[in-house]
């Protein structure tokens, strides 16, 4: 049995835990492994990218010099990603992403990657890049495959460091460590690109450009490997939700390979059995009383539980500056809106029919909804209003929630009249003192 079989037939029979995202793209693979169509599985190939990786490639910290072992997560990743090719050999899976938390040997493998695309890909004058949006990020990566190559008497003879890149002798190609800030993004000819910490790239300029410079390659690979963060609305979010898509088998792409290791509820962070569904190397890779120790902490600290459920169990989350809980703002529960269909003066005799108290010039109508309590009250015009009737709710009537509906104006681009918004930052904006110094919005005082 191969290390594919192995693992992803393992997860689908319950030997090894994995979340629901990691059970359906296993389903899938079995399925492509078992039924070829216009791809199918070929374990030389497959193998000769592993067997090159393990024999050539050293660990570049920790135990430094000791021959990078893959672990059985790993190998059967790269055999799907390798070993599925067409009638010409070669391979179906141009893009591959890769989403578990962290430590679990991500640069590692990604700088061990990038080595064997350079000179085992057969492929000439390989451009390989090392991606992230600021030069020092980029380089982890970068610095990992060049101690890599200091390690391998083999790899130095043929590999050698120049002033930016790490250039090979026989085939022209070079690995590079590229920012997106760099003024040198066009006119690349990319085979394989590697991001390391997607979720750290606020813009998808660097990822567009990238996908696109592949063009002229036979086989071209771009390889992200990351955890969650917390830039909400980003590259990395949209990449997620189209790997989700292809998983779910909403979205059709047969070259898009994704493995999402993630928990499949808020509440397993504190489930010990279920860590490993978001850290695939846990007690190899990554050690468990390291996870245990910071899992700990978060209970204890709340500023640094949020740190904890993004990059160790990839859930989503805001930071904690944030002034709403990224729970608070993807709120799912459902509101009757027939209700909202009522006529103003429908409105006003439901009101009207249920018990009013008057507090401080304020009436607060109280009704039932099924099984809850509802306070209703119109503040009136502006937020010193608002303000004092919302704190008037809280100390009177001990409300566990407030909504807050109303007319507003804004300036973002794309909205149109009686569209739904929801803010995650706010600023006060009908303000203008800039007659005096202020800058637009600010208060003075």
């Given at each position: 049995m191969i290390e594919l079989e192995e693992y992803f037939g393992g997860i689908l029979n319950g030997d090894i835990i994995a979340c629901e995202k990691m059970k359906r793209i296993s389903d899938i693979l079995i399925e492509r492994y078992q039924h070829p169509d216009k791809y199918h599985y070929d374990h030389n190939i497959a193998v000769k990218h592993i067997e090159f990786i393990e024999r050539?490639?050293?660990?570049?910290?920790?135990?430094?010099?000791?021959?990078?072992?893959?672990?059985?997560?790993?190998?059967?990743?790269?055999?799907?990603?390798?070993?599925?090719?067409?009638?010409?050999?070669?391979?179906?899976?141009?893009e591959c992403l890769i989403v578990e938390g962290r430590k679990n040997g991500k640069t590692t493998e990604t700088a061990a990657v990038e080595l064997d695309l350079l000179i085992n890909d057969k492929e000439g004058a390989p451009q390989i890049y090392n991606l992230a949006t600021m030069l020092e990020q980029a380089k982890l990566g970068f610095n990992a495959a060049h101690k890599m190559v200091m390690q391998s008497p083999t790899l130095a003879k043929w590999i050698r460091k120049r002033a930016n890149d790490l250039y090979c002798e026989i085939n022209f190609g070079f690995i590079k460590a590229l920012a997106s800030n760099s003024n040198s993004l066009d006119g690349l000819d990319v085979h394989a690109a590697v991001i390391d910490e997607l979720a750290a790239i606020k813009d998808r300029d660097i990822y567009d450009l990238i996908k696109q410079a592949m063009g002229a390659r036979r086989q071209p690979l771009l390889f992200c490997i990351t955890t969650n963060g917390f830039v909400r609305d980003s590259i990395f979010d949209a990449q997620y939700e189209y790997a989700a898509n292809v998983i779910n088998g909403s979205v059709n792409n047969p070259r898009f390979l994704p493995f999402i290791y993630e928990l499949d509820a808020m509440e397993e962070w504190e489930k010990p059995e279920c860590w490993i569904k978001a850290n695939p190397g846990l007690g190899t890779v990554k050690s468990y009383d390291y996870l245990q120790q910071m899992v700990e902490k978060g209970k204890n600290d709340p500023s640094f539980k949020p740190t904890v459920l993004v990059k160790d169990f990839n859930m989503k989350q805001n930071p904690v500056s944030a002034w709403l809980n990224f729970e608070d703002i993807v709120n799912e529960e459902a509101v009757d809106m027939e209700y909202l269909k009522n006529s103003p003066d429908d409105i006003r005799k439901k009101l009207n029919s249920g018990n009013v108290k008057k507090i401080s010039g304020f009436d607060f109508y109280i009704d039932k909804e099924g099984e809850k309590t509802v306070i209703n009250a119109c503040c009136g015009i502006a937020k010193v209003n608002a303000a004092l009737c919302t704190q008037l709710l809280i100390l009177n009537f001990k409300v566990e929630k407030v909504i807050n509906t109303g007319i507003a104006g804004a300036t973002g681009a794309g909205l149109n009249q009686y569209d739904f918004v929801v803010s995650t930052a706010a600023v006060y904006h009908d303000v203008d003192v800039q007659i005096f110094g202020y800058k637009p919005g600010q208060v003075p005082g």
């Open positions: 050539f490639c050293k660990q570049p910290t920790g135990k430094i010099g000791q021959p990078l072992k893959l672990e059985l997560f790993q190998k059967a990743r790269l055999q799907a990603l390798f070993g599925f090719v067409d009638d010409n050999n070669l391979r179906q899976y141009n």
